[in-house]
Nanobody
């Protein structure tokens, strides 16, 4: 599956953005989908994941502020980002994998398919 992320931009503290990640292929519903972020000089870190059946899990840093969702009819996964903080500034990547074990989907190494990333900048 090929992934194309979009929706990043510049927003003030407390603002909102919605990231989208469109996937190619007819087997989108067979993939778990994750969002990761990477700030300059830092490792890529987990933000949110949604399983094939729609179960979700979030990192502590985004829980209660971000919402991941998927639309299998549109082959798209979303990340609604609310109450944004300057520390959310990063490049955000979407990823897809057919792995079904949720606990393993919290690390970048679990994913075989990645989008190109979209920049999110939150000004203070």
């Amino acid at each position: 599956v090929q992934l194309q992320a979009s929706g990043g931009g510049l927003v003030q503290t407390g603002g909102s953005l919605r990231l989208s990640c469109a996937a190619s292929g007819r087997t989108f519903r067979n993939y778990a989908l994750g969002w990761f972020c990477q700030a300059p000089g830092e490792e890529r870190r987990f933000a949110a994941v949604i399983s094939r059946s729609g179960h979700t899990y979030y990192s502590d840093s985004v829980k209660g502020r971000f919402t991941i969702s998927r639309d299998n009819a549109k082959n798209t996964v979303y990340l609604q980002m609310n109450s944004l903080k300057p520390e959310d500034t990063a490049v955000y990547y979407c990823a897809a994998d057919q792995n079904v074990i949720m606990s393993t989907l919290l690390t970048p190494a679990a994913y075989k398919n990645w989008g190109q990333g979209t920049q999110v900048t939150v000004s203070s």
